[in-house]
């Protein structure tokens, strides 16, 4: 069966490009040739690797001629419309843009998660107000759900949508699109081919790894490690508009002589700092996807301590391989971590506990399976 992306990056830059990257190699390789079409003008040549045709405009369409489309991120909802009107397509969500104005599916003020459907919620609390774009003469703009209502009206005729957890399931549900064209289809990426064990040392390590940006929640995993007692030591791996706040707020709570901030670290560089970590910990305020991070951790057999936001809570089982909280209960936090450094034993037990979650329930292959069979019954 012949495939066609839909993406406007041509380029790896995110959890979104890997998954995709891995889903056409891994398709590829089982005779499905596959087609991109983007809005990369000069893609990356290593990325478009696994795909037979890529392209800017329609023409790959007719050039290709792909018998199922699958969509990914595409900010043309004309291109949308056009596609699913002529070719079957499926559409994999990998995060809120679709639903969310803000993007990030929690209430400016208060910062709680929002489980109401686009529409007067994005007025009322405020999530219509937003930061100018870059070179505006205004700090803020106002957004209304325009756009949103153009994206959800454009995919009417998509017939399956794939989404990374049940959270997710539920959000597109009460954005009024049915609940027998949405699967749950994990996106666990080519790298965790291979869950192993790694043993752990007796350093009382505790590592956060992924963006530093507010949604994230840096800052609530910050004050929980302040209210920690004995020896411990934190390390944040990761970059973004938030860092600055955060290590301002390490200095104010008087632990930045704890806390090292690394920067960015490539993806292939990060086995040492797993291993050298007795617990990791995911901390986000923004409803996570599904938390591709949590899995890393547990496939290396370090047990995770995180809220219980967003689709969590459909891979992590707390008491066994870590501890799942109430969102943003900083006490809770503080006292899970200390739980877990004191007792080096149950995060051992909980680490191989996770180890062995992982792979039983979050397979690349079961991943490519799903998808193909969804795929097919689509064409």
Known sequence: ????????????????????????????????????????????PEYTQPFEYTAVDR??????????????????????????????????????????????KY????????????????????????RSDAGSRLPIQIKGTGEVRRQLRATQKVRRFFVGSAYMQRELEINSIQADRIRVVHPVPAALQAPQYREMSSTREILFVGQIIRGKGVDLMLRA????????????????????????LAKRLDISDRV????WIDHTQLDDYYSAARLVVVPSRWPEPFGMV??????RGRPVVAFDSGGI???????ISG??????????????IQKLLENRALARKMGKAATEHVRQSFSHQVYLDQVTEQLEHIR
């Not at 018998?67 to 056009?82: N, Q």
Request: hydrophobic letters at 45%; proline letters at 5%; one cysteine or more.
């Open 294 to 299: 949590g899995i890393e951790a547990m496939s």
């Open 1 to 44: 069966m012949r495939l066609l992306h839909v993406h406007d990056r041509a380029e790896f830059q995110g959890g979104v490009e890997q998954i995709l990257f891995d889903t056409a190699r891994g398709l590829a390789a089982r005779g499905w040739p596959q087609a991109l079409l983007s809005q990369e003008t000069s893609p990356d």
């Open 313 to 319: 809570s459909d891979w992590l089982n707390t008491g």
């Open 260 to 263: 090292k901030f690394t920067g």
């Open 59 to 104: 023409s790959i369409i007719a050039e290709f001629q792909p018998d199922v489309v699958l969509m990914h991120k595409v900010s043309d909802t004309k291109l949308i419309t056009e596609v699913t009107k002529s070719l079957p397509a499926a559409h994999m969500v990998h995060d809120h843009d679709m639903v969310c104005p803000r993007r990030h």
């Open 225 to 248: 490690l302040a209210l920690l007692e004995g020896e411990w030591k934190a390390t944040i791996v990761g970059d973004g508009n938030h860092l600055g706040e955060c290590q301002a």
């Open 323 to 336: 501890f799942l909280l109430p969102a943003a209960d900083i006490n809770a936090m503080a006292s899970a």
């Open 107 to 130: 209430f400016p003020v208060g910062q709680a998660a929002c489980n109401l459907p686009a529409g007067t919620a994005c007025y009322t609390h405020l999530c219509c107000v937003q």
